[in-house]
C-alpha cells in the first residue's frame, strides 16, 4: 500500500506564504504525476496544481503566479509553495500521486488532506 502525508498547513492572513509538502511511502515503483487539489466547503474539489515526473507544472486560473509546485523524485515528495495568499484559497489541501506499483499498474493515491486558511 501507499501513504501520502501532508504537512505545513495552517492559519494565515491574507497577504501571507504557506508551504505544504507531502511525503509518499509504502509499495512504490516510481510516481508519475504528482499534484495538489483543494476544496472548500460544499465546493468542488478541484486540482490547484500539477508536476509531472520530468517538471511539467499545471495550475488552475486563480493561482497562477502566486502558488508553484516542485517535487524531488529521489525523496517522492512534492511540496506546494504559495504566496500572496486570498480568503478565496481557504480550504482543504489534499496531495495526490500516480503511483506505479510492482504489478505494473498505475494507481491514484490521496493523503489525508490539510487545512488551509487565509484570513482576512
Known amino acids: 500500500q501507499v501513504q501520502l502525508v501532508e504537512s505545513g498547513g495552517g492559519l494565515v492572513q491574507a497577504g501571507g506564504s504557506l508551504r505544504l509538502s507531502c511525503a509518499a511511502s509504502g509499495s512504490i515503483v516510481s510516481i508519475n504525476d504528482m499534484g495538489w487539489y483543494r476544496q472548500a466547503p460544499g465546493k468542488q474539489r478541484d486540482l490547484a496544481a500539477q508536476?509531472?515526473?520530468?517538471?511539467?507544472?499545471t495550475y488552475i486560473d486563480s493561482v497562477k503566479g502566486r502558488f508553484f509546485v516542485s517535487r524531488d523524485n529521489a525523496k517522492n515528495t512534492v511540496d506546494l509553495q504559495m504566496n500572496s495568499l486570498k480568503p478565496e484559497d481557504t480550504g482543504i489541501y489534499y496531495c495526490?500521486?500516480?503511483?506505479?506499483?510492482?504489478?505494473?499498474?498505475?494507481?491514484?493515491?490521496w493523503g489525508q488532506g490539510t487545512q488551509v486558511t487565509v484570513s482576512s
Open positions: 495526490n500521486a500516480h503511483v506505479k506499483q510492482r504489478d505494473g499498474l498505475v494507481y491514484n493515491f
Open positions: 508536476i509531472t515526473r520530468g517538471g511539467s507544472t
